[in-house]
């Protein structure tokens, strides 16, 4: 499985600035990371998947969508920026096998290339492109601190205007048994030698390049 480590590895190959930080509490979903950092949801960033078909129904696919915490895309806007027939919320031994990280802590680095990423307009209009913003990493003990733009370029993932995302109702579960399948018409087809600093030691720091 992904965890901090191997993105950290990532990232150094890149030569992209990042900090592993290392939370005062361990989280279970990454809608955890604004009280464990102490930061607003905003900088928070969740990485949500869905199972899609597509509109030939020839295919089945995840898709993943960035969001701030505690925030839910609207499944229908998901649906058509993917071009599916059907989408639901992926269930956690989906995401487990697919994303090869823990299901409610996936990071939007590292994904399957054949994987759609998406991210919520909103998010990279909140965010000024030098911002820090923070992702789970795989693993409860620690997140990823990045700049907003390195992580735009590095996931890839597209910006999608989802005006009518729920706030403040987003579920800890990766796969929400009472969400129903959202479709289409019918007639429609602890990084290398330097620990982990903590939480409260990043809220107002900028991510430096890690040395070798």
């Known amino acids: 499985?992904?965890?901090?480590?191997?993105?950290?590895?990532?990232?150094?190959?890149?030569?992209?600035?990042?900090?592993?930080?290392?939370?005062?509490?361990?989280?279970?979903?990454?809608?955890?990371?604004?009280?464990?950092?102490?930061?607003?949801?905003?900088?928070?960033?969740?990485?949500?998947v869905y199972a899609c078909n597509d509109v030939h129904r020839e295919r089945r696919f995840l898709t993943g969508v960035v969001v701030a915490a505690g925030t839910l895309p609207p499944t229908e806007v998901v649906r058509h920026a993917v071009g599916a027939r059907l989408i639901r919320p992926a269930r956690p031994d989906l995401v487990n096998a697919?994303?090869?990280?823990?299901?409610?802590?996936?990071?939007?680095?590292l994904?399957?290339?054949?994987?759609?990423?998406?991210?919520?307009?909103s998010v990279v209009d909140a965010n000024p492109l030098d911002e820090v913003v923070y992702t789970a990493t795989g693993e409860p003990s620690t997140a990823l601190a990045i700049r907003s733009l390195d992580l735009y370029t590095v996931s890839g993932a597209k910006p999608v205007a989802l005006p009518s995302a729920q706030t403040g109702a987003a579920s800890t579960s990766a796969y929400p048994?009472?969400?129903?399948?959202?479709?289409?018409?019918?007639?429609?087809?602890?990084?290398?030698?330097?620990?982990?600093?903590?939480?409260?030691?990043?809220?107002s720091r900028r991510p430096e390049p890690h040395r070798t």
């Open 1 to 48: 499985m992904k965890d901090a480590l191997t993105i950290h590895r990532a990232l150094l190959e890149r030569e992209t600035p990042h900090q592993i930080v290392r939370l005062p509490v361990a989280i279970t979903h990454a809608d955890e990371l604004p009280r464990a950092l102490g930061l607003p949801a905003r900088r928070c960033l969740v990485t949500r």
């Open 98 to 109: 697919v994303t090869e990280y823990a299901a409610g802590l996936v990071c939007p680095l």
């Open 177 to 203: 048994s009472a969400s129903p399948p959202a479709s289409a018409p019918a007639k429609r087809p602890a990084p290398a030698s330097h620990p982990a600093p903590t939480a409260a030691e990043h809220r």
């Open 111 to 121: 994904l399957p290339e054949a994987m759609p990423l998406l991210i919520d307009q």
